[in-house]
């Protein structure tokens, strides 16, 4: 009797490990071909070579240091100084260069900061800073800028 418990007992083992492993071999295929077919990154071209603006990236250059000044106020736990610096990313005047597509993505930012001046606390504050993030990033890609 425990030689059969034995052996049941080990070949159901070995047959849900074997069953488990077929699986992990089929995922890791899936990821392998998913990655392989993924898009390339867009390069820029001649419609979005105006971010080479001199005045248009010293503008986008004051965004990513107010940004940052935000978050560092924000790490500080002082949501008044966040708040001073997102009504400035919600305030200023845009650069004459900045194109019409790219403008949803430059009101969704200005939105985002109104968002920030408005929060009652750090953590709804923290999360539209980081909405921020994302749509600055956003606008990287649609111009094929890279900021690493």
Same mark, same amino acid.
């Given at each position: ?5 034995i ?13 488990? =492993? ?15 077919t993924a ?5 820029p ?8 603006s001199?005045?248009? /990236? ?9 940004? @940052? ?17 997102? =009504?400035?990313?919600?305030?200023? @005047?845009? @650069? ?24 009652? @606390? ?8 980081? /909405?921020i ?5 956003e ?10």
């Amino acid at each position: 009797m425990k030689f059969r418990m034995i052996l049941v007992v080990g070949c159901v083992l070995s047959a849900t490990g074997c069953a488990e =492993k077929e699986k992990a071999v089929v995922t890791a295929e899936s990821v392998d071909k998913a990655t392989m077919t993924a898009p390339e990154p867009a390069a820029p071209t001649a419609g979005n070579e105006i971010w080479q603006s001199a005045s248009l /990236r010293s503008h986008m250059h004051d965004h990513a240091e107010k940004l @940052d000044e935000l978050n560092f106020a924000l790490a500080d736990g002082d949501l008044e100084a966040a708040k001073t610096h997102a =009504k400035w990313l919600a305030e200023h @005047d845009s @650069d004459a260069n900045v194109q019409s597509d790219w403008l949803p993505i430059l009101y969704r930012m200005r939105t985002e900061a109104e968002a920030v001046q408005a929060a009652p @606390d750090l953590a709804i504050a923290r999360g539209a800073a980081e /909405r921020i993030t994302a749509q600055c990033q956003e606008c990287h890609v649609a111009v094929g800028v890279s900021t690493e």
